[in-house]
C-alpha cells in the first residue's frame, strides 16, 4: 500500500483560492505519476489534473484548465493541486491518486489506471 493522505479542503465563496496537498510514502511517490480526482454527490468520480513521475508532463481536465495547476515535489513526497477561481460546480470530495504502472511515460486520466488512493479532502465552494 501506499499511504495517500490530503489536506487543505475547505469551505469557501466562489472566486476563492485554496491548495490541497497530499502527501505519500516516500518509498515509491517518485516512481509514479500522480493525479488528483473528485466526485461531487450522485455524480461518478472524474480526473481533474494529473503529473508524471518527472513532473515535466501535466494534463488538465477541460473544466479546471486554466485555474487549477498540479505540481509535485519529490524531495518532500509531497503533491499539490492549486485551484484558483473556485467555482460552485468544483464542490466535490478530492482525492490524491497513485498510478499502477511505474516510470509511466504517458500521464494518465482513467480512475482505473489508478490503484492507490487518499481518504479524500472536502472541497466546498459557495456562490
Known amino acids: 500500500q501506499v499511504p495517500l493522505v490530503e489536506s487543505g479542503g475547505e469551505w469557501v465563496q466562489a472566486g476563492a483560492s485554496l491548495r490541497l496537498s497530499c502527501v505519500a510514502s516516500g518509498e515509491i511517490f517518485s516512481t509514479r505519476g500522480m493525479a488528483w480526482f473528485r466526485q461531487a454527490p450522485g455524480k461518478e468520480r472524474e480526473f481533474v489534473a494529473a503529473i508524471k513521475w518527472s513532473g515535466r508532463v501535466t494534463d488538465y481536465a477541460d473544466s479546471v484548465k486554466g485555474r487549477f495547476t498540479i505540481s509535485r515535489d519529490n524531495a518532500k513526497n509531497e503533491l499539490y493541486l492549486q485551484m484558483n477561481g473556485l467555482k460552485p460546480e468544483d464542490t466535490a470530495v478530492y482525492y490524491c491518486?497513485?498510478?499502477?504502472?511505474?516510470?509511466?511515460?504517458?500521464?494518465?486520466?482513467?480512475?482505473?489506471?489508478?490503484?492507490?488512493w487518499g481518504q479524500g479532502t472536502q472541497v466546498t465552494v459557495s456562490s
Open positions: 491518486a497513485a498510478d499502477s504502472t511505474y516510470y509511466s511515460e504517458y500521464v494518465r486520466v482513467r480512475v482505473s489506471h489508478y490503484d492507490y
